[in-house]
């Protein structure tokens, strides 16, 4: 029963599902491009490399001789994963999962031209001239974001054409990897959007947790929580969607699904082959297993008989406002007095305006307020800061 996981990312995802390992035995090694990461710091060996040397990432892989390789972050030369696959070993969910999702480009293509789901209309551009007609026939408002990006980097709303060039470079500024081409997307008049984490299982059925709502800003994630209230026809439409593409992609683990809720319908977003930065919201134990350990159960093959909701919950996260080589929290003691709520402090090393450095979470019973709880989340996370 005891593997050896060859973690590919080591940020604050990351370090839970290590948690999640360490607790059923696991052995990780934990890989990123810093030292210290927050997953390092539960792992049992960590490594530092730049993951985009396909050498440097056959070298580790030859050395740990790992039962599972599982990425975590998009800035992968995943390309070498289809020969790790012809050599027996193992990734998360797939290779063929993990090429499509790290790129924008091959999973729009997917979504669209194989499996016919319904997405915002949306052009490429590989320069600033290029841009400029994809704008031009999409029209504006539309999005900007690079193929290969997290986190909201990167990416900006065209509201006139002055906004343009600017798009243009701030996409290249937070591209991860070396693909400097664009996907511009029609504006969706959605009415709100969720994160529907989905389990695909190498012997089981494909189970699905209560719907996630969250809020945006900068491109990246401040609220989440579960569950979002929808309509049934709107949730069955999302969940058959999910099971195409996973089902297409292959593999198994958890999959943060995204989709845009309109009045015309749902909207296929993206998606991501691995735990979701939204679902933290499931650490308030909204389910009986959270995503982390999810995510584990389906990559080391356990069977996962259901997924239920045990009480409702939100998160809130907790930003940097500078920088600092040596970053420290104040409030802590304001927030761990407080019912009915807990908090999760990242360890990165380092901080910058906007990082993520921690997250509060907020949960009640089944018959709660969600609104109450998500109030209560930030407000919360508002006592902390970052120093």
């Known amino acids: 029963m005891k593997k050896t996981i060859l ?115 949306y052009r490429y551009a590989t320069s600033a001239q290029e841009l400029q007609l994809a ?35 701030y996409s290249q500024e937070g591209s991860r990897g070396d ?4 996907i511009v997307e029609g504006f969706v008049n959605f009415n709100y959007e969720i994160t529907l984490l989905t389990v695909t299982q190498r012997d089981g059925k494909t189970l699905f947790c209560p719907p996630i709502g969250h809020r945006q800003e900068r491109g990246d994630y ?27 992609l292959g593999g198994a683990g958890i999959w943060g699904v995204e989709f845009f809720i309109a009045d015309d319908g749902v909207y296929f977003s993206e998606l991501s082959p691995r735990p979701h930065d939204t679902g933290m919201v499931t650490l308030a134990n909204t389910q009986n297993f959270n995503e982390f350990e999810l995510h584990l159960r389906a990559v080391l093959g356990l069977p996962i008989a259901e997924i239920t909701q045990e009480r409702i919950g939100a998160s809130a996260v907790i930003l940097a406002r ?34 993520r450095m921690g997250v509060v979470v907020t949960y009640d019973y089944l018959d709660g307020d969600v609104p109450k709880v998500i109030e209560r989340a930030k407000e919360i996370a508002g006592r902390v800061s970052v120093d």
């Open 322 to 355: 500078e920088h600092s080589e040596n970053p420290s929290f104040s409030g802590i003691e304001n927030i761990a007095s407080e019912e009915k709520s807990d908090f999760r402090l990242f360890g990165k090393p380092t901080s910058r305006p906007y990082r």
């Open 7 to 121: 973690l590919l990312g080591s940020g604050e995802l990351g370090k839970e599902f290590v948690i999640a390992a360490q607790r059923l035995g696991q052995t990780v090694i934990a890989v990123d491009s810093y030292d210290n990461a927050p997953a390092m710091q539960v792992a049992d060996a960590r490594e530092v490399i730049n993951m985009l040397d396909g050498n440097a990432l056959d070298s580790l892989v030859e050395k740990y001789n790992p039962d599972y390789i599982v990425p975590e972050i998009e800035a992968i030369r995943t390309e070498r994963f289809y020969e790790y696959e012809k050599q027996g070993y193992t990734v998360i969910p797939s290779a063929k999962a993990a090429n499509y999702t790290m790129n924008r480009k091959s999973i729009r293509d997917l979504a669209t031209k194989d499996l016919g789901l319904k997405t915002a209309t």
């Open 222 to 248: 401040q609220e989440s929580w579960q569950p979002a209230a929808m309509l049934p026809e709107h949730l069955k439409t999302a969940q058959e969607m999910a099971d195409k593409v996973t089902a297409a």
């Open 135 to 169: 704008v031009k026939e999409i029209g504006i408002p539309c999005v900007v974001k690079p193929l290969m990006s997290s986190s909201g980097k990167g990416q900006s709303t065209i509201k006139t054409p002055d906004d343009i060039e600017k798009a243009w470079y």
């Open 179 to 182: 693909v400097a081409e664009v």
